[in-house]
Each structure stands twice: as structure tokens, then as C-alpha cells.
């Protein structure tokens, strides 16, 4: 698998050449952040607000009610949590285009709880006017300023930096409110966000070879919530449905895909992978993965705790697939 | 003329008071306890040396220490060590009263998170020794300074030799950026400038209890750039809290560079004292100067804080090479990695 070097780095100054009013404001994290390039090319639009996050939003408020489009580029913990009053009062209320760029999402940080973002989807969720884009994969990453610029409003996006991989193919950009289907399948639904999409890849890919009929999608738009080809494939699914995300199991995903599967009364078995209510520590992401169960192999117990019957696939199973850029495999333009 | 008190540097310090005059406080550093005192508290062996000169040799083996381990794993918080390690050196040894470390030499694992169902959770703040009424308590804010604790922790025996053996690996408590199970840390401060805050409770706390110990905050000055910390000031000094005392790494560095290419807290003196504070402003590397304003004799009801202007790159000159970006220091080449593998030898070597 292809894997790209901070594709948002790149993006953001490509992206931004052709747009005199999209704005960079930072937190003292521009390079942590991958704006220093964005800095470095169009001095006059970037603007350093020091280690002050709270009082950040409200300058980007302002500046978005004078037409600006201000992209705030800091720590997701550093955007939910400590400014959240000011998100939600001066940007959210006024239904401002802001664009919150949060970087570090869950736990794939060793910088320990004060830098995982395990609960951002969830503060942004409850925000009435928000929306949430989240990437999974570096294709993602390049198109996802393209939909949050059209959204009318506040968006918060759950970015990747650093070396991110290429799971899709870079001509099927990330669409609003639309998941990508990865495989179909009518006997168990896996619904994965992030980086847990590469892990449940891994995972399906091996559960396939068993003879498991299992569908993947990867959701990257959860809010709003209400994407039909979500909704179509967990209607389909017979034994039930697995959310996986690197995120606190409440306020998610899992509690996003609760709340249509018990709105719409579709009544299968739901099984949801993530961090179980609780905060995590300082360690690398493998060993954070496996320790909190958000990796291929938990998506393998899950599956067989649905269907009710062991699964004989194990730990080199899975590292032994080899993950190659997808294609979708089915076009969902006209649903 | 500017609305706030000015006042001229003096002798190894200047002083402000909250009403813009200047403070006569004593020159000679009445703190600096004798040598045995010093050494029983630190737990180790008399030397025949004075007590500055023995923070000033703690210090430079916390910043080979440091160095050593930046070596090692290419890459580490270098320039705190330069910038912050005779001001923690001067904690310890000089101004805050601590008993001995309660604590294994060897860190224990990460025990959980705490929860009512996890009994095992521990903070780090028994390395700093028991808390008790008559004893200090250490505050450590920016907790991306861990490495350099613990390096003094290790020159302190408070910490075993080989404890950085566990820096950053998995399960360990010796964590990148220090947690409360980290040693020498006893709150969550990571997302910076809440640890004042909540030294501002413990003190508050103590006062209530009566308990004539006092709270030592370390602080980096990017945390002045947050607004809670100038809400924590403005409590400090409105509860009239005098058991409180506050060191300022001011290494004028941030993540982006040098601070006032990024946003200006300058002038941090005037401000503080305008927020009530007793302020005093140090050479940072100088432990005489350091501890000389935490004189305990002194009754006070407003927070003392110390500003200690140091260097990111002193004692390491190589770094200035460096600037402006030394938030985090990774090696670029073989030849820059060779020339700093020299740069350790040769301070080793001076240091025998
Ligand atoms: C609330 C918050 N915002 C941002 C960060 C990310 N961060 C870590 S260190 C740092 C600033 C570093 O400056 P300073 O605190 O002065 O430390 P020094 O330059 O001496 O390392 C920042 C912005 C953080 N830890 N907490």
C-alpha cells in the first residue's frame, strides 16, 4: 500500500492559491499542524494567535462575519475541548463558516490523555449547526477542504498528518454525506471511521477468505447522519452491525449508527468497537490499538461474538494481508 | 511613560511590589540552607563544595543527561534542559522542602486510569516525598519538561539510573509528556496552564487546614499567553494566597519559534504585579539569585512569583545553530549527530 508524506501540508497550499479568502489561524502548532507551508507561502492570510485557543475562535467568529473564511489549524483536544463555550456560542450559534481543522485524532498520539482526542466527535456533535468530516486515508485528507468549503456553516474536520496511506483511489474524492462502499455483504455490517478503516480492511479481507459474507463501509461525513447508502446496507444486514472507531463508544460512530438503527426500527444486534468509556495513556498506537481493542483483531472477535461461532483467524492471519488502494465497489451517485 | 510601574534591575534581581515600588529584599540568599541540611533532604552525601556550585554540577549532569538520551532515541526536549535546569535543580536542592522520595527507584508500570473501579491508580507526587502539613509541594506544569525532571530526579537518586530506560515505552509511566502517574508529577497539565489553577486550590486548601508547607508551581512562559492563567493570578491574588510560589522558565521560545514571533506576554513582570503578584526577575542560571526570593522567613498574602530569564541553548552553545526552531531537537545528519555525540564527550570530560 502507497502511503503519502503530510498530504495536508501539500494540499492546503495548492488548495488555498486559487482562494484569497480562506485564512490559516494557529495556536503555536503551525508545523505540528502542517500550516507552515501555507504560512510560508501567503504570509498576509496566515495569522499567529499565540498558545490561546479560546480567545482564537472568537477572533475567527469575527472574521468570518466580515465574509472571511477562516481555517483554524490546532490539536483536536486543543478545538473541543478547553474553547468549547466559544465554539459553540461565537461560531456555532451564528452558523459561521469556520473551518476547525483538529489534528491527533484518538489515540493515535503518545502525548497521553491531554493530547487524545477521544471525545471531540461527540462535544461537536451536540452542537446544533456543526458538521463533522472525518479522514480516513490520505485521498481524504486532499479532498476534504473542497466539502467542507461548501458547507454553509461550521465544520469540524478530524484530520490525519504525517505519513497517512493511500486506502482509495485518489480520482473518488471524500463526498459529503456519502460512505464509501469497500465491500458489500448482507450478513454483518461493519461501519469503521479514521484510521480504523485500514485495521477493519484487514480484517474483512480475512473474514472474506473464511467465507463470510460481510459488508464494509467507511464512513467519513458523521454529521449530518442520514446518508441513505448507510442506511440501505444496515437494512440489509442480517446478523447485526459493527461500528469501529477511534473515539469513545459514546458520542460517536456507535452512538450516531444507535440512534438511526432505533429510529428507523431496524432491529439487528449492534456492536460497537472503541474506546469503552474510558481515557487512555501515553503509548504508541499499535500497542494503544490492541490494549483498547480497536484493531483488526478486535473487529475479528466482535464478528464472531455476533454470529455466534469462533472464527480460526489469528493475529499473523491478519498482518499477513496485504492491503492494496481501493477501488469503491459500487458507484453510489444515483441513490 | 507606560501605565505600569517600572522599576530598575538591582543587585542579582529586580523586585516589584503590587504598588510599583521597589522591594528591598535581602541580598544575601538567607534560603540557601547549609550543606547537610540540603544533602539529607536530597538524600546523598555531603561534598565539599558550596551550595550554588552544587546546583550548578546537578544541573549541567541533568543537561548531559538529557543530551545522552536525545542522542540516544534522535530526538528530545534538549533546549528545556538548557533553558530550565538550574531553575528545577534550585527547587529541589534550595527552596522547597521536601522529605525523601516515597517511591521506587525503578518506576512502577502504568496502573490504569483512575476510576472508583480502578483502586490501583497513583500519581507521581511520591517522589517528591510524603505530603505533609509542614512540607512543601511541587506543582509541575509544562509537562513536556518531563524528561528534564526526570534526569534531575535521576541526580537526585530519587529516580534510579536507568529510569529514561523507560521513557516513552509502552506501559511505562516515565510518559513523552509527563501524566499525574508520571514521577515527579502530581496533576494532569498537559493541555497547559490548568496546573496554576489547581496548585491554586491545593494551596487555598492548605491555608484552610492551617498547614504552614508551601506550593512551588514550575511554569513555562508560553502558558502566560493562555487566559487561565491570568484568571488564576487574578484568584491567587484576590484570596490573598501567600503560600504560593511560582518559577517562570522565561526562555522566550515557543513550538513556533522565538515568543515574540508568535505572540508577545511581554512585559510579564509589570503585568504580574499588576495582578497583584510579588515579583521578582533572575538570572535563571544563577542558583544564589534563583532561590534568593523564596526566602521562608518572609509572612507574605499575595503569590510570589519568579521570573527566571534564561537561555535555550545554554551551556550547549551548539544548539544556537539551531534557532529559531529548538521546541524539539532532532538530529538532521550523521555529521550534526556526530558533532553533538562530541559535544557529550567532551562535557563529560570537563565534568570529571
Ligand atoms: C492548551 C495547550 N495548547 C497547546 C499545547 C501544545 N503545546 C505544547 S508545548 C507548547 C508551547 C511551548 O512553549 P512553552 O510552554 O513556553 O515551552 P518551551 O518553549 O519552553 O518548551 C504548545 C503550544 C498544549 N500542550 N496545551
Known sequence: ?335 | MTAFPRSTLAGSGRILAANGATLLLPRIPSVLRPETTLMAQAGIQPRAQSPAAHIRGVADAVRRRVLEHTLNNNGGYLSQACSSAEILATLYLSVMRLGPSQEPLDPRPFAGVPSSANPGAFTGAGYNGTKAPELDRFIFSPVHYALVLYSLLIELDRLGPDALDDFNRDGSTVELIGAEHSPGHEVTAGSLAQAISQAGGIALARRMRGETGRVWVFMSDGEFQEGQTWEAFAALAYHRLGNIGIYVDANAQQCDGPMDAVMGIEPLAERLCAFGAEVHEVDGHDPVALAAPADSAIERDRPLVVIARTDPCRGLEQLRERAPKLHYVRFKSDAEFATYRSLLDSLRAEAC
Open chain 1, 1 to 335: 500500500m502507497e502511503s503519502v508524506q503530510r498530504p495536508h501540508r501539500e494540499n492546503l497550499i495548492r488548495w488555498a492559491a486559487s482562494r484569497p479568502e480562506v485564512l490559516v489561524l494557529s495556536a503555536d502548532l503551525t508545523s505540528s499542524c502542517e500550516a507552515d507551508g501555507f504560512r510560508d507561502t501567503y504570509p498576509e492570510r496566515f495569522f499567529s494567535m499565540g498558545m490561546a485557543e479560546q480567545n482564537m475562535m472568537g477572533f475567527a467568529a469575527g472574521l468570518a462575519r466580515e465574509g472571511f473564511f477562516p481555517y483554524i489549524h490546532t490539536f483536536a483536544v486543543f478545538i473541543c475541548r478547553r474553547p468549547f463555550d466559544q465554539v459553540a456560542m461565537s461560531i456555532a450559534y451564528p452558523n459561521l463558516p469556520v473551518r476547525l481543522i483538529g489534528f491527533l485524532p484518538g489515540i493515535t498520539t503518545a502525548g497521553g490523555v491531554t493530547h487524545q482526542a477521544i471525545d471531540d466527535i461527540a462535544l461537536m456533535r451536540i452542537l446544533p449547526n456543526m458538521r463533522i468530516l472525518e479522514c480516513g486515508d490520505a485521498t481524504d485528507v486532499e479532498s476534504v477542504l473542497d466539502v467542507a468549503q461548501d458547507i454553509d456553516g461550521p465544520v469540524y474536520v478530524r484530520m490525519l498528518r504525517g505519513e497517512v496511506p493511500r486506502l482509495f483511489d485518489p480520482s473518488e474524492p471524500l463526498r459529503f454525506n456519502r460512505a464509501r462502499v469497500l465491500t458489500q455483504g448482507a450478513e454483518v455490517l461493519v461501519l469503521s471511521t479514521g484510521i480504523c478503516t485500514e485495521e477493519a480492511v484487514r480484517a474483512t479481507q480475512a473474514l472474506r477468505t473464511r467465507g463470510l459474507d460481510v459488508g464494509h463501509l467507511h464512513v467519513s461525513t458523521l454529521k449530518p447522519f442520514d446518508d441513505p447508502t448507510v442506511l440501505e446496507a444496515i437494512a440489509k444486514a442480517k446478523r447485526g452491525v459493527i461500528t469501529m472507531e477511534n473515539h469513545s463508544v459514546i458520542g460517536g460512530l456507535g452512538s450516531a449508527v444507535a440512534e438511526l438503527m432505533a429510529e428507523r426500527g431496524l432491529g439487528v444486534r449492534l456492536l460497537r468497537i472503541g474506546l469503552q468509556d474510558t481515557y487512555a495513556h501515553g503509548a504508541s498506537r499499535q500497542y494503544l490499538m490492541r490494549e483498547y481493542g480497536l484493531d483488526a483483531m478486535a473487529l475479528v472477535r466482535a464478528v464472531a461474538s455476533l454470529i455466534g461461532q469462533p472464527l480460526a483467524l489469528t493475529e499473523d492471519d491478519l498482518a499477513a494481508v496485504r492491503l492494496e488502494t481501493m477501488r469503491q465497489v459500487d458507484k453510489t451517485e444515483d441513490l
